[in-house]
Each structure stands twice: as structure tokens, then as C-alpha cells.
């Protein structure tokens, strides 16, 4: 519920659901901006660190509903901002990964297995929002603080290994950025 200048009214849940597309519009080109001007000053990240500061960015968004769940006592309800802030850094982690990742898939298969392997990029999407969801189930069976601090932390220790692993990538690479 909202209320502005007297006048309340509901925010459907669903309507949230439009916020990560309306990111997307709005930051995709600044986005691309930074990593075109970073490109131009020699200090673009490559691919893998985009894939770690992604990794910072999910785990950044759980942080802030980490931060609502200890805020929530009882049946209490708590601001929308929370999960509108989540989106926002969730969708700055697919900007940091999405376009990136892609791109990197086609630059480093082989060209007769191009389209094999974006496919297996998607499949591991699929994977991925599957585990979610088995994950989900967990939701009313460990408390808010428990279930958000696990999103917090697992993102947190994959960036950590990425990261010990960047240099050996790189390599791998073969001078891909």
C-alpha cells in the first residue's frame, strides 16, 4: 500500500515483475557506454572479472533483502524499495554477465559448434532457474534471515574461486577479451 498526498492505493505484486525489463531499457546503454569508454582508457575488465563483479552484484541484491528480512518482525510488512532495490542490482549483474558471456561463447567455440554451445548457455539458464526453484522450497522451512544469507554467501564464494581462477582463464582464452 502507498500512500501520496492522502491518496493510498495497492501495488499489484505482479507489477514487480516489470521492473527488471524497465532496467534493462534504462541501464542497458549506460552499460554499454561504460564498458565501450573503459575500452577506450585500457581498462575494460575482461570477460571473467565481468562475470565476478556479476557474481558481487547478485549477491549485493539478496544483501538487500538479507537487510529486510532482520527488519521484518512478525506479519509486519516492510518497504517495497527492498525488493525494487534487489531487481536493480539483479539486473545490473545480467548486464555484467548476459551480453558478455554470449559473446564470449561465440568468440572462443569453434565455429561449427557455435550454436550447440549458445545453447548450452541457455540450457544452463534453464539448469540454473530450476535449482532456484528447488531452492525456493526451502523458503518456509529455514527462517528469511537463513534462506536470504545462504543467496548472500554462495554468490560470494563462487566469485572467490572465479577470481583465484582469472589468471588460468585468461590463458585458456587465448587472448579473447
Given at each position: 500500500?502507498?500512500?501520496?498526498?492522502?491518496?493510498?492505493?495497492?501495488?499489484?505484486?505482479?507489477?514487480?515483475?516489470?521492473?527488471?525489463?524497465?532496467?534493462?531499457?534504462?541501464?542497458?546503454?549506460?552499460?554499454?557506454?561504460?564498458?565501450?569508454?573503459?575500452?577506450?582508457?585500457?581498462?575494460?575488465?575482461?570477460?571473467?572479472?565481468?562475470?565476478?563483479?556479476?557474481?558481487?552484484?547478485?549477491?549485493?541484491?539478496?544483501?538487500?533483502?538479507?537487510?529486510?528480512?532482520?527488519?521484518?518482525i512478525?506479519?509486519?510488512?516492510?518497504?517495497?524499495?527492498?525488493l525494487?532495490?534487489?531487481?536493480?542490482?539483479?539486473?545490473?549483474?545480467?548486464?555484467c554477465?548476459?551480453?558478455?558471456?554470449?559473446?564470449?561463447?561465440t568468440?572462443?567455440?569453434?565455429?561449427?559448434?557455435?550454436?550447440?554451445?549458445?545453447?548450452?548457455?541457455?540450457?544452463?539458464?534453464?539448469?540454473?532457474?530450476?535449482?532456484?526453484?528447488?531452492?525456493?522450497?526451502?523458503?518456509?522451512?529455514?527462517?528469511?534471515?537463513?534462506?536470504?544469507?545462504?543467496?548472500?554467501?554462495?554468490?560470494?564464494?563462487?566469485?572467490g574461486?572465479?577470481?583465484?581462477?582469472?589468471?588460468?582463464?585468461?590463458?585458456?582464452?587465448?587472448?579473447?577479451?
Amino acid at each position: 500500500m502507498i500512500s501520496i498526498f492522502g491518496h493510498s492505493w495497492e501495488i499489484p505484486a505482479n507489477w514487480f515483475q516489470s521492473l527488471n525489463p524497465l532496467y534493462v531499457v534504462i541501464f542497458a546503454p549506460l552499460f554499454s557506454k561504460l564498458w565501450i569508454d573503459l575500452a577506450k582508457k585500457g581498462r575494460e575488465p575482461s570477460t571473467p572479472a565481468k562475470f565476478v563483479v556479476s557474481l558481487w552484484l547478485m549477491s549485493l541484491g539478496f544483501a538487500v533483502m538479507l537487510l529486510g528480512a532482520f527488519m521484518l518482525i512478525g506479519n509486519a510488512k516492510i518497504s517495497l524499495f527492498y525488493l525494487a532495490f534487489t531487481y536493480l542490482f539483479h539486473t545490473f549483474a545480467e548486464l555484467c554477465i548476459s551480453p558478455v558471456g554470449k559473446s564470449m561463447v561465440t568468440k572462443l567455440a569453434p565455429a561449427r559448434f557455435v550454436s550447440l554451445l549458445i545453447g548450452v548457455w541457455y540450457l544452463s539458464n534453464a539448469v540454473a532457474n530450476k535449482l532456484a526453484g528447488v531452492y525456493s522450497g526451502y523458503f518456509q522451512k529455514i527462517s528469511n534471515e537463513q534462506f536470504f544469507l545462504w543467496l548472500v554467501i554462495v554468490p560470494l564464494a563462487v566469485s572467490g574461486i572465479l577470481m583465484l581462477s582469472l589468471k588460468g582463464i585468461k590463458k585458456w582464452m587465448h587472448g579473447v577479451h
